[in-house]
């Protein structure tokens, strides 16, 4: 995004104090606050729904193992 570059924050030494800097800044990130959401939530969103989605196949998967096992430990013993 062109908007986001080095110019958009004022690297130069001003003759404000840091706390002058912050509010700038502050200002800056609340009025694209939406924005940055979006972007958050456009880009993090259906990673997280993959990440559940793998979550849950890892969760069957162990279930399914945890069982098998269970299942071959009694053969075993029955044998």
Known sequence: D???????????PSPGSSGD?????ERFLVSHQTEI?????DTFGP????LEAME???DQ????????????GRDLSFG
Request: hydrophobic share 40%; proline share 2%.
């Open 2 to 12: 062109p908007r986001w570059t080095s110019a958009t924050f004022n690297s130069s």
């Open 21 to 25: 800097q912050l509010g700038v800044l």
């Open 37 to 41: 959401k979006r972007v958050l939530t």
């Open 47 to 50: 990673l997280t729904q993959r």
């Open 56 to 58: 849950r196949r890892m």
């Open 61 to 72: 998967l162990l279930a399914q193992l945890h069982s098998k096992v269970g299942q071959l």
